[in-house]
Structures are given as C-alpha cells and as structure tokens.
C-alpha cells in the first residue's frame, strides 16, 4: 500500500491523460506516507484524515491550504526518517497547492 502524490495546475482527468496540467509529483515515498497518514482518526476533523490509501483523493487550494498545519504537525511529531521525509513532500505539495490558484493536490491510493 502507498501514496503517490501530484500537484496539478487545474483539476486533473481521470480518464484519459492528466499530464496536460501536471505541475510536479512525489512518488518516492509512498508507503512511508500511507503508513503516516495511517495514524490520523478518519472521523476526525482533520483534512489528512480523508485521504484514502486505497483510492484517490483530491485536495483544492483551499483544502491544501487547511491541510499544511496538520502535516507540519505531523512531521514535527514524526521520529522514523522515512515517514518524515514522505510528510516533508506532502507539507512542500501541500504548501505550493494552497499558493496556486486553480490548483488540486491529488493523492492516488494503492
């Protein structure tokens, strides 16, 4: 089970290609990330706690914005390297999400 992540300039396709409005991925590290996210109450209040590991979940600028806390906390909080390196991207992707206009950080679920 993983994580993989892509910050698209507008609201990627799932059918057909979304390279049209890919800005940048994170692919290295996503079972570190599935594993991190994993500790988040799905119930909660949280936005981290809505990804789904088994499917795909899609962050707007303003979701992606509300989320950066949350990962940063989780990273501070984070003492394995490779859970902290996988939430270091996610804080990068979610905090370039949250500053482009029109843009959706898409998590794609093993």
Not at 23 to 48: I, N, P, V
Not at 50 to 72: I, K, S
Not at 83 to 98: P, T
């Amino acid at each position: 089970m993983g994580i993989e992540l892509e910050l698209h300039s507008g609201r990627p396709t799932r059918k057909g290609s979304s390279c049209d409005t890919l800005l940048r991925g994170s692919y290295q590290h996503g079972e570190a990330l599935a594993r991190a996210l994993s500790t988040l109450d799905r119930r909660g209040s949280g936005k981290l706690g809505w990804v789904d590991p088994y499917g795909d979940t899609l962050f707007n600028e303003q979701e992606a914005h509300v989320a950066r806390q949350e990962a940063a906390t989780l990273e501070q909080a984070c003492t394995d390297a490779q859970q902290k390196a996988a939430l270091s991207d996610l804080a990068e992707l979610l905090e370039a999400c949250a500053t482009t206009p029109g843009s959706y950080l898409w998590f794609m679920g093993d």
